[in-house]
């Protein structure tokens, strides 16, 4: 009996506006920048025709990738509400897969900008096996001071003991797969950002990813306890805007590229598998084939890296030994760079930078529920 299980941040699934950028440049449209606008009436009107264009043919992307899962279950990130989903899934993904997601959950959570973590379902596997909803609890609640997880790092943030944890939410649910529990912890955790302090953004944001995994961890194990050796069904998925090793890029398209993996001495992933308390199923990947994002500033700044997880506990580990993940790069806009032998034929329309189906990758797992 196996279940196909996906995980996909959709970058901003949105049904709203926004008008930010007016007033601050870091949020403006690059398109809306070449032109002379000269009142917030105006900017509303062009950023609203513009939002409209851009996001149709994004979305037959998006749902192109979801597709390509093939997923059963199917963990989302950058999604504005259960509005939203339900709008993207009857007009977009219902063409390409029919009534297959009927099943949508999602929760408020704490991101600033309103992205939520969601989860789809259908109502039974492709081999016919019922998927049966048993239950969703929400996390966002939890505060530095709940779990004892302030640090002075934190504190040298700006983040108090009373903040919440999670930027998003740890959103946790459970099915019956033919009458098997299992468990799924789906995630978004704190973006990177821009440089800050001294650090890069990676650096200057590592202690609030530190704590949300310590988090995670900490849920899971006060519900299924510390034992790895345990028969337990439970996996993470999500992005986790941080990874162990990345890809760095050199070279250019006339001379050719130059991939060099390089490993990170610290990382938050290391909280949830330094110490066999999951496992990272893209690792069993060779290096290069590992990423999930392409990140750019130009030609000084190109790597790729994997920010998306399937994380198992080891009960699943070790009841699915061979199988092997699949990530879904035809929504990539033409501007990734590859490395040799790793191409896909895009999806038609797919642009230099945008459209796209996303920034990030879908990561798709089957598995093995004994």
């Not at 009960?315 to 199988?323: D, E, G, S």
Request: proline letters at 5%; glycine letters at 6%; a negative charge.
């Amino acid at each position: 009996m196996s279940l196909r299980l996906a995980t996909f941040n959709v970058e901003n699934l949105m049904n709203r506006f926004d008008f930010s950028g007016y007033r601050n440049q870091l949020n403006e449209d690059r398109t809306l920048a070449l032109f002379d606008i000269r009142s917030e009436a105006e900017y509303r009107l062009l950023e609203q025709a513009r939002a409209i264009a851009h996001a149709d043919d994004m979305r037959q992307l998006t749902a192109l990738a979801i597709a390509d899962t093939r997923a059963d279950i199917i963990c989302l990130q950058e999604v504005d509400n259960i509005e939203a989903l339900k709008a993207f899934e009857y007009g977009y993904l219902f063409k390409m897969v029919g009534q297959g997601y009927q099943q949508k959950y999602t929760t408020s959570g704490n991101d600033s900008r309103g992205i939520d973590v969601a989860v789809m379902m259908r109502a039974e596997t492709a081999h016919g096996q019922p998927i049966e909803f048993v239950r969703m609890t929400s996390h966002a609640h939890v505060t530095f001071d709940d779990f004892g997880l302030h640090t002075p790092e934190l504190a040298a943030l700006g983040q108090e003991p009373f903040e919440r944890i999670f930027r998003r939410d740890c959103l946790e649910i459970d099915v019956k797969i033919g009458g098997k529990p299992l468990t799924v912890y789906s995630v978004h955790f704190k973006s990177m950002g821009s440089p800050r302090n001294g650090l890069n953004g990676r650096d200057a944001t590592m202690p609030i990813r530190m704590a949300e995994a310590k988090a995670v961890r900490r849920i899971i194990e006060d519900r299924f306890g510390k034992d790895h050796t345990a028969d337990k069904r439970w996996v993470i998925c999500g992005d986790m805007n941080d990874y162990r090793q990345r890809v760095l890029i050199a070279g250019d398209s006339h001379q050719g590229y130059n991939f060099t993996p390089v490993s990170e001495a610290n990382s938050c992933l290391d909280v949830l598998l330094g110490d066999g308390f999951a496992e990272n199923v893209v690792e069993r990947l060779p290096e290069l084939e590992r990423w999930t994002l392409y990140h750019t500033r130009g030609p000084q700044e190109r790597h790729l890296c994997q920010l998306d997880y399937i994380l198992l506990s080891p009960a699943l580990a070790r009841t699915n030994v061979q199988a092997m993940p699949e990530i879904v790069r035809r929504g990539q806009p033409w501007r990734t760079i590859f490395p040799p032998g790793q191409e896909v034929e895009r999806y038609p329309r797919a642009g230099w930078d945008r459209p796209k189906a996303s920034d990030h990758c879908p990561v798709a797992f089957t598995l093995d529920i004994a």
